[in-house]
């Protein structure tokens, strides 16, 4: 192994002027390590080597190794040269702000699931349908509205609901709110004042979303998962159960369908004991090996709520998602949200009217799942050629898959990640509390990175395979 420092491919940023030197040196290190760059055990240049490389005294880069030895940054053994510490974790990498609180820094990379590729928000065509909306709006539009939200995009959801996910949506029946979540917990308010005691959820989801029915005063007993998606035959069996909350397109994190007996079994079960199904739909706009599949809304429009958000599709940060309600629920919904939960934003709500209306949702959701089902491939492909012994698993869907890994090996690989600067969710994470102890794997969030930012993340990924 060469002991050039270029060859490390770990730019420092040093400076070699100035009584500051050996400090600005130290931190680099310290810096490299945080992030990954160097990781534990790489091999470091000799002093003489890499005083020549930046044009400084060699007591300059001898004293800077032998302080971060003492720091337990690195290690020196007779033979052996200097080498990054195997520490037993990764240290909190932070800065500090401008009032000197501590701020986490974040990683190099994330393949974390839960987002889109940021950097692809139509920014261009979103603004000309501002433009457009905000034209062609009445002033009342910016006045106290109806707490459905604005009938424009109400009317405008119905038709592309319809047309693309196969749900039957009165614009009457819709209710815009302001994310998945705030629409769950809106549910949340009427299913207890209608005194529901329990809610079924999946045994792989969101802590967020089970924590939300608690705090509403709902038991949230799970169903297993398995390759057929959700046991929603076991629904009979639960007592003081009046609702189910089903990610039934694609289910979260597993990555399965809800086979169609299951779904069957499902609005079966809603109709017999009047129990209402939540259909979280976040993303089942993206199917890449087959048209997507339908919404589980149009098998009982009375049984099942339908909740769906531009989240996955456009970006979280517009707080923008909808529920198409059974008709007896739309104003108790409404009633819920009270007075402080009135409307969401008039503009985003027409911009996003008219977003629909003029065909560039429908455009910018082609481009998307090009675009997702290439990284998808990409990671297949990246894994069969470095990693041949991992196995993918759930449908080709979505923005995100679940990888496989050996028995014992999770949290080790998560670990290896920090070390790389990489972010890494666990499967076991996303399990219920109350939920059988399932097999190892990881989550991994293809749709996060921006398109600059895929290639880098993908390669640290195989990097920290056991």
Known sequence: MTDSWAAFGADLHIEPVGA??????????????????????????SSRTLAVDLGIARNTVADAYAELVAEGWLTARQGSGTRVAQRASAPEPAIRGARGRQVRQRPAHSLMPGSPDLSSFPRAEWLKAARRALTAAPDAAFGYGDPRGRVELRSALADYLARARGVYADPERIVICSGFVHGLALMGKVLRRREVRGVAVESYGLDIHWNLLTEAGLRTPCLPVDALGACTGALGGAPDVGAVLLTPAHQF?????????????????????GG???????????RYDRQPVGALQGLDPDRVVYMGTASKSLAPGLR?????????????VCAAKGGSEWMSGTPDQLTLAEFIASGAYDRHVRAMRLRYRRRRDQFVDALAERAPGFRVSGIAAGLHAVLELPEGTEQSVVQAANWQGLALERLSRLRHQDA?????????GYGTPSESGWAGALDALCRVLP
């Not at 400090?23 to 490299?32: F, I, K, P, Q, V």
């Not at 597993?254 to 109709?271: E, K």
């Open 20 to 45: 500051g030197l050996r400090s600005g040196l130290m931190e680099a290190l310290r810096e490299a390590v945080r992030t990954g760059r160097l990781t534990p055990g790489t091999r470091l240049p």
């Open 253 to 273: 994190p597993t990555g399965v369908p809800l086979h169609p007996d299951r779904r069957a079994a499902a609005v079966d079960w809603a109709r017999s004991s």
């Open 276 to 286: 209402l199904i939540l259909e979280d739909d976040y993303d089942g706009e993206f």
């Open 320 to 332: 923008l998602a909808w529920m198409v309600l059974p008709e007896e629920l739309v104003e108790e």
């Open 436 to 444: 059988e102890p399932g097999r190892d794997a990881l989550v991994i």
